[in-house]
């Protein structure tokens, strides 16, 4: 079982720079999420999707976009990087019965210089 | 709103110890507790939960029970190894609010052989 696949493992980008951060799962799960990890700061949700075309805020959303066309993809695109982007990223999913039971990516690096 | 705090960190030990870390939380409603872990260069794995007062959770030696009178979810484990190196989250989750886990900032653990 893949669970929640999570690519590029690393990234350096440039300021003003775009990307899409990948994320997959195959596990059918309704529930997905985006977390930035920061040092000492725990992790933060920025958004996250309770199925296929829905989607909304978390706490942390500025700077981000995220679409759901599909059950199995959330992807999270940075449009404009900046240097406070620079983080651990997580995307996580869940099934609608077991909320909090959540199954994590391994994460994505990002560094913006 | 929901928070969640944990002992601040980091904790070193020696192999054999006994650990404890606090957890308190701040809730609206009835959530789920849980504890996850997240070992060097790795996402997120759940450790263990509780969805009512009372309730304890237990995995891999770890234990913590759900005490609604102290709003508290402590982790302990009676005899740490090595491998329990990583860090701990403890979280929360309460149904008909928002649809996130609200995590506390991690605490660090160090067992030293």
């Keep these: 079982n893949a669970g929640v696949t999570q690519t590029p493992k690393f990234r350096i980008l440039k300021i003003g720079q775009s990307m899409t951060l990948q994320c997959t799962q195959d596990m059918n799960h309704n529930y997905m999420y985006w977390y930035r990890q920061d040092p000492g700061m725990g992790l933060k949700l920025i958004y996250y999707s309770v199925g296929a075309g829905i989607t909304d805020k978390g706490e942390v959303p500025n700077g981000y976009n995220v679409s759901r066309s599909t059950t199995e993809d959330f992807p999270l695109r940075l449009e404009l990087a900046a240097p406070s982007q620079t983080s651990v990223y997580f995307c996580a999913s869940s099934y609608t019965s077991d909320r909090g039971g959540y199954t994590f990516g391994s994460g994505t690096r990002l560094t913006v210089v | ?113």
């Design chain 2, 1 to 113: 709103g929901n928070s969640v705090t944990q002992m601040e960190g980091p904790v070193t030990l020696s192999e054999e110890a006994f650990l404890t870390i606090n957890c308190t939380y701040t809730a609206t409603g009835y959530p789920s507790l849980f504890w996850y872990v997240q070992y060097p260069g790795e996402g997120l794995q759940l450790l263990l939960k509780a969805t009512k007062a009372d309730d304890k959770g237990s995995n891999k030696g770890f234990e913590a029970t759900y005490r609604k009178e102290t709003t508290s979810f402590h982790l302990e484990k009676g005899s740490v190894q090595v491998s329990d190196s990583a860090v701990y989250f403890c979280a929360l989750y309460t149904q008909g609010g928002s649809e996130k886990l609200v995590f506390g900032k991690g605490t660090k653990l160090t067992v030293n052989p």
